[in-house]
């Protein structure tokens, strides 16, 4: 019955390296997010998809590329990992993709060496 | 720019008492607002929400007050209890997105 899961909980790689997190919503929801969450737990939005088409994109590097199969899924692809990648990602979804009360997945933990 | 701030980084209070947590905004715009909890190795979780048009909005044991005289958001938990451990963040809506503030740890003394 989890409304927002997300996989891997835990990802240890190494730099240079490409990785992909997955994210889906049982919710009927319209709009999904990722946020990134550093180590200060600062809280900041990198990609926002209603319906599967992109609507926010907040000066997130090329290397990552979100991908939305259809409204259930947000996947996140990340190309040439660097330290600085290393962070907790959330993925969350809600309604009517008028940023109105957002669910969140249980995040997952990159580090990268 | 947007932004969105907290007055304290961290709060300890002792089980039983009341919990108040201070949120500064700077967008005078913001239409809708929004409360998360955050425990510990989990993701952020919605407490109670308040639109532009109130002032306070009351859940349980919950209450949030508005002033947007001075862009000030509260959040008021009674009657703390060692569940209420966690890192509470404050969210303003503006252009299709949430703005977080930084988050303040609340800490239960027994």
């Known amino acids: 019955d989890t409304a927002v899961s997300q996989t891997p909980k835990y990802l240890v790689t190494q730099m240079g390296n490409d990785k992909s997190i997955k994210c889906e919503q049982n919710l009927g929801h319209d709009t999904m997010y990722w946020y990134k969450q550093d180590s200060k737990k600062f809280l900041k939005i990198m990609f926002s998809?209603?319906?599967?088409?992109?609507?926010i994109n907040e000066t997130v590097p090329n290397r990552f590329s979100p991908k939305s199969p259809d409204k259930a899924h947000l996947n996140l692809h990340i190309n040439s990992l660097e330290l600085g990648d290393s962070a907790v990602y959330f993925c969350?979804?809600?309604?009517?993709?008028?940023?109105?009360?957002?669910?969140f997945g249980p995040g997952t933990r990159l580090t990268v060496l | 720019g947007e932004s969105v701030g907290l007055h304290l980084p961290t709060l300890s209070v002792q089980e039983g008492d009341n919990s108040i947590i201070n949120c500064a905004y700077s967008?005078?715009?913001?239409?809708?607002f929004i409360w998360y909890k955050q425990e510990s190795g989990k993701g952020p979780q919605f407490i109670i929400d308040?639109?532009?048009?109130?002032d306070k909005r009351q859940g349980q044991r919950v209450t949030v007050l508005l002033n947007k005289t001075v862009k000030h958001l509260s959040l008021q938990i009674a009657a703390t209890q060692p569940g209420d451990s966690a890192v509470y963040f404050c969210?303003?809506?503006?252009?299709?997105?949430?703005?977080f503030g930084q988050g303040t740890r609340l800490t239960i003394n027994p």
């Open positions: 969210a303003e809506r503006g252009a299709q997105k949430l703005v």
């Open positions: 998809y209603n319906n599967k088409e992109l609507i």
């Open positions: 967008n005078s715009a913001s239409d809708y």
């Open positions: 969350a979804s809600s309604t009517h993709g008028l940023a109105n009360e957002q669910f």
């Open positions: 308040i639109r532009s048009n109130m």
